[in-house]
C-alpha cells in the first residue's frame, strides 16, 4: 500500500529514509553523483518514500557555536527534480516556508504530483526572525492552490516538555490541512510517549482518529555529532549523553540506544493506537554513520506490520 | 547474607518494605494489632529489612491542598521498640531530625544495635522550616555515638532533574557518613537513570565504587492515591498519568508500571555496575493498594540476584 493511502486511512507502520540535499556549491555533475550513490546505498531498503529537509541557517535560533559549520544547501524541490528522478518512492519534501515568496511557493505547490510529492512546511526557527512568509499563509496556499497535496506538520516533543501543550497545536495543524506529522530526532524517549499520549487522549476525547506521527531516529557516531544534535534542539537524556561519552564504541552505542528508543515507542503506539511511521537520518555526513544509519533502518524495518 | 554485610560490601540486589507507623492516637493494643497484622501479610516475603517511615506534616513544602489529611503517626522508633519486636529482620527507621532535640537523637543513636536497626536521616522539607537539630548536625551526632550504626541519606531523582547536582550532594552525604541512599517513589524511570549515571560515573571517576541506591516503588489504585503520590512531590510522566487516569483497572495498571520500571531499573543499574535494592512500600492504607505492594513485593524479591 502507498504512502498517500496509508496516510489517508490514517494507517502507519511505514518507513521513511531522510536526506540533506548537497551543497549549494556543488556541480550539476556532482549533486547527480551524490544523488545516484544516495539512491544505490538506499536500494537495500524496502522505503514508504524519501524525506528532503530544507536547510536553514538557524543561528537565530542559537546563540552557540554551530559544531559543525552552516553550509548552504540546494533547495530539496530542485535536488528532488534534477537529480532524485529514480526514486521509485513518493518524496516528502520540506518548505522552510519563511524563504520563499508566495507565488514562488505557490507554482511549486500547484505543479507537483501529489501522488509523488507531500510537503512538511517549517514555519520561523525564531519568533524575532522576519519571514517572506509565514507558515499560517503557507497553509492557506496549500489548500487553495494544492488540495491533494498531503501536508505534514512538524512535532516536537521537547517542546511539549516545556509547554505541554504541543498536542493542542498539532490539532491546530491539522485544522490547517496536515495529516501527518513528522518529529525531529527523537532521543529522549519519554518525552515522546508524553506527547503521544497527550495527542492520541485528545483525538479520542473528540470522537477523532490520531493521523500518523513519524517518529525520526539517528546514530551519533562521535562527541560532535552528539553536540550538534544537542545544538539542534534534541534533548538528549543525561544517562544517554554519559554512555555515548563514555563509550568505547560510540557508533554502536547510539546504534543500540536509537533501536531501543524506537523499539520502545512503537510498542507504545501500537498498544495506544496512534498510528506512526518511522523515519531514519543520518545526521553527520561521515561515511560509518550514513552506513550505521542504513542498517539502522534496515533493522527498524523488519519491525514494522506493513 | 544479611543487609548490613551487604551494604558495608557495597553490594546489592536486597529486598526492603516499607511501613507508615499507626496513628498516634491509635492505643497501645490497637498498635500491636496492626503489628502482628503486618508482619503475618509480609510472611510471604523474603525480606532483607523492614523500612520505617518517620512522617512529617510537610505541608510547609506544600501550600496545595493535602489529598489525605494529615494524621500525626507513631514514633517509628517506638513503634518499632514496642510492636516490631517480633521481626526478624533489620530495620531502616527514618528520623526526621529537624523534630528532635540533640540530646534524644544522641541517646536513640547510642541505644541501638547496630546489627538491627540502620537509620535514614531526612533533613527539613522546605529551607522555611525551623527545625531543632540540622541534617548535617544529626549526621556529626551519628558519627561521635554510634558509628557502626548504618546511616543512609535520601536520593531524589526529581531533584536532579532541576538543579543536575544530586549526585553532587550523595558523594558529600557519603562524605558525611551515608553509605547507602534511599529514594522516594520512583514513577519517572528517566529521571531515575540520569541521577544513577550521573553517580555512578562520578564514583568512577574518582576512583571509587558507588554504594548501594534503593530504589522505592509503589502502585497506585485510585487517582486520589496519584494526586497524594504527585502532592508529595513524586513525578509522575505525563503519559503514565493519562494511563493511569483512563485505565479501567487503575490498581492493575499502575502494577504493571511499576513492575515495568523497577525491571527497566534494575537492567540499567546492573549493566552500569550500580549496587542498588528494592523498597516497596503502599502509599494508601487501602487494603487493596497493600495487598498488591506485597504482589509487587514478592514479584521484584524473584528478579532479584541474591
Redesign the interface.
Known amino acids: 500500500m502507498d504512502l498517500r493511502r496509508r496516510i489517508n486511512e490514517r494507517r502507519g507502520e511505514f518507513l521513511l529514509f531522510a536526506l540533506t540535499p548537497p551543497r549549494q556549491d556543488a556541480s550539476p555533475a556532482r549533486a547527480r553523483e551524490i544523488a545516484d550513490l544516495t539512491l544505490e546505498r538506499l536500494r537495500v531498503l524496502d522505503l514508504d518514500g524519501l524525506v528532503l529537509y530544507d536547510i536553514d541557517d538557524e543561528s537565530d535560533r542559537n546563540p552557540d557555536e554551530r559544531p559543525f559549520p552552516f553550509l548552504p544547501t540546494m533547495d530539496p524541490a530542485d535536488y528532488l527534480s534534477r537529480h532524485l528522478q529514480d526514486a521509485n518512492v513518493p518524496a516528502v519534501v520540506y518548505r522552510a516556508v519563511g524563504k520563499y515568496e508566495e507565488a514562488e511557493l505557490r507554482s511549486w505547490l500547484g505543479a507537483q504530483d501529489p501522488q509523488r510529492v507531500l510537503s512538511v512546511f517549517v514555519g520561523a526557527t525564531s519568533s524575532d526572525k522576519p519571514v517572506v512568509t509565514t507558515l499560517r499563509r503557507a497553509q492557506v496556499l496549500r489548500a487553495e492552490s494544492a488540495p491533494d497535496l498531503l501536508l505534514g506538520g512538524v512535532a516536537i516533543p521537547e517542546r511539549h516538555r516545556r509547554t ?1 501543550e504541543e498536542h493542542v497545536r498539532m490539532l491546530a495543524k491539522q485544522a490547517a490541512g496536515c495529516s501527518f506529522f513528522v518529529t525531529q530526532v527523537v532521543y ?3 518525552a515522546a ?2 506527547l ?3 495527542y492520541g ?1 485528545a483525538c479520542r476525547s473528540r470522537g477523532d482518529d490520531p493521523v500518523p506521527i513519524v517518529f525520526t531516529f539517528s546514530v551519533c557516531g562521535s562527541v560532535k555529532t552528539l553536540e550538534f544534535l544537542q545544538w539542534l534542539g534534541v534533548e538528549v ?3 544517554i549523553e ?2 555515548l561519552r ?1 563509550a568505547e564504541d560510540t557508533l554502536g552505542a547510539s546504534y543500540d540506544l536509537a533501536l531501543a528508543t524506537a523499539r520502545e515507542l512503537m510498542t ?1 503506539c501500537r498498544r495506544l493506537e496512534v498510528p506512526f511511521g518511522i523515519n531514519v537520518e543520518s545526521v553527520s555526513n561521515r561515511r560509518a554513520e550514513i552506513e550505521a544509519s542504513v542498517d539502522l533502518a534496515a533493522r527498524l524495518q523488519d519491525e514494522l506490520h506493513r
Request: net charge negative.
Open positions: 505541554g529522549d524517549v519519554n510517549k508524553n503521544v499520549s497527550d487522549y537524556p543525561r544517562w554519559n554512555e563514555h507504545f
